[in-house]
């Protein structure tokens, strides 16, 4: 058998060689591979692609048949609740002409004389419904520093210089609790039951109209 110049045999080198170069080769696919890995980023390479949302099929259409509209929602409405007091203003109020009746003087104990035939049926409609009346008040009666009965005037003018207001131009008002905080000069919006007719005292016509107070409910100004 042949030696090697370096005293090993022939067929022992030719072994050691193809092993040598073998091992080279796969140092070198390796290296490669490594290389083509390291140039993707780890975020890319970890994080798989999200599939895109599937989009609707369109709508089926029908040749001579129109296409089915998409229901809109209705916006959104404020429903505006209604109060149950109802609004009524001196203009309805004092909208006739009340000509009180004279008393018969002669005749000791007479009943006071009735002037309710002038009242309109509009007007005595408004007996016993809740209302809201706005005015300047008058106040009659005082409970401490509160006022417990006054008269609502439609004109300032009335309670503050001594103007003598027609007698369907003042709604006595007696308030059903406590009473309230006297205010003058400006315009004040009670509400309250209200009642309709002639009332009297000591045989003299006092008003036509009565408001059993609830509440103050505005005060404008």
Known sequence: MKSSPSGFPGWLVGVFATVVVGAGLLFWFVSRRQAANQAVPPSVAATPSKPEPAKP???????GQEPTPVP?????????VASEYQKVGFDRLASYTFVPPEADNATPNAAPPSGAAQIPDKIKALDQQKVAVTG????????GSLVKEFLLVKDPMMCCYGVMPKINEWVVVKMVGKGVKPLMDI?????GRLRVGEMFENGYL????L???????EVKG
């Open 187 to 191: 315009p004040i919006t009670f509400e």
């Open 57 to 63: 099929p369109p709508p089926t259409i029908v040749p």
């Open 136 to 143: 300047f008040m008058l106040p009659v009666k005082m409970d």
């Open 72 to 80: 809109v929602p209705p916006p959104n409405r404020t429903v505006a």
């Open 211 to 217: 408001l059993e107070g609830d509440r103050m409910a």
């Open 206 to 209: 006092t008003g036509l109209y």
